[in-house]
Every structure is written in structure tokens, then in C-alpha cells.
């Protein structure tokens, strides 16, 4: 970094002089009532994969959602239309385990995921951005950005295990936002 802070605009490159690469505001816990459908499988989404019926739910009862600025209004709402689209495609693919992992998505995942992805410009993957940076709020709204007052909003299994192994990285973006501060 080098420059002076006042000289270096960190929020420019989406980064908080107090809690790194985390969002300064957090992220939503849900889209807009119109993709009610995605929010409802991805809350029951550990009990599907457990169950092994989320392909049997996608194939069968969710429709083709178009995903646009007027329906997702805020940088916010593609984030969490992405992050959606990754767990929902992620348990899909995987639902089975790696003897049953399937050669594509359906359309009512594939399109939608494609094009938040794009708009986004990340890959239609399941990536740091969708499972960590986007995936937590707090416990209590007014405390402080500190690890003990994060909690993660979606998970494959249901498990603390899982919160955790997405808590640790949270934990290294707040240690992190001191050093950044420091460098600029």
C-alpha cells in the first residue's frame, strides 16, 4: 500500500479499515419476496442433504427465476442471490456424494447462477466470497465486529463444526483489517 491514507481509498476496493475484506454493512439474510422459492430450500438445505431430496425439491418444485436490477436492486441482493445459487447448486451437485456428482445443473439453478455470477464477475463456484464474506451477521446488531458476535447465515450440514470452519476464516479477516489499517 504504501500511500497515505487519506490518499488511498480503501472502500474503492471494497475494503473496511475496521473489519478487512468483510462488508462493512452485513450481508442480507434474504432476497426479495420473489425469490421466496431459493430462500425456503436453501433455510431446509442441511435436512435435504441429509435426507438426500433437495434434487427431488429442485427438479420438481422450483420454477426459472430471472435474475435483474429490478427484482435485485442492491450489491447487497446479488450477493446473497449468489451465495444462494452456490449452496443450492453445490448440494445439488453433490447431494450423493462423489460416486453420484452429476455432469450439469438444471436450468432453474444453471441460468440464474450463470448470470448472478457474471453480473458479479466471479465464477459459478462455490468461492471464499459466497461461503465466508457474505455468509454471516451479527448476533447483536449494536456490538461489536468481533468474532464472538458473528454467526453464519447458511451451511451444507447444520453442524457448529461447519460455522466454524467458516468462523475461523472471519476471525482472520478482522485480525487482518488492523494490519491494513496499519499499511495505509
Not at 121 to 135: D, K
Request: hydrophobic fraction near 40%.
Amino acid at each position: 500500500f504504501g500511500m497515505a491514507a487519506e490518499r488511498f481509498d480503501l472502500e474503492a476496493y471494497g475494503i473496511s479499515s475496521t473489519i478487512g475484506f468483510l462488508p462493512d454493512e452485513p450481508p442480507l439474510d434474504r432476497l426479495p419476496e420473489k425469490y421466496c422459492k431459493w430462500e425456503e430450500l436453501v433455510s431446509r438445505l442441511p435436512e435435504l442433504l441429509r435426507e438426500q431430496t433437495l434434487r427431488v425439491e429442485i427438479d420438481n418444485r422450483l420454477p426459472l427465476l430471472t435474475v435483474s436490477d429490478t427484482w435485485l436492486t442492491s450489491e447487497r441482493h446479488w450477493n446473497r442471490a449468489y451465495l444462494v445459487l452456490t449452496f443450492l447448486s453445490q448440494g445439488y451437485m453433490w447431494e450423493k456424494g462423489e460416486e453420484g456428482t452429476l455432469p450439469s445443473l438444471p436450468q432453474q439453478l444453471a441460468v440464474p447462477w450463470w448470470e448472478t455470477s457474471h453480473r458479479l464477475g466471479l465464477p459459478p463456484v462455490a468461492t471464499y466470497a459466497a461461503v465466508v464474506l457474505w455468509n454471516w451477521r451479527f448476533k447483536d446488531p449494536q456490538g461489536p465486529p468481533i468474532l464472538e458476535n458473528l454467526e453464519i447465515l447458511t451451511t451444507y450440514t447444520g453442524t457448529r463444526d461447519e460455522e466454524w470452519f467458516y468462523l475461523i476464516s472471519m476471525a482472520t479477516e478482522l485480525a487482518a483489517a488492523e494490519g491494513i489499517k496499519a499499511s495505509v
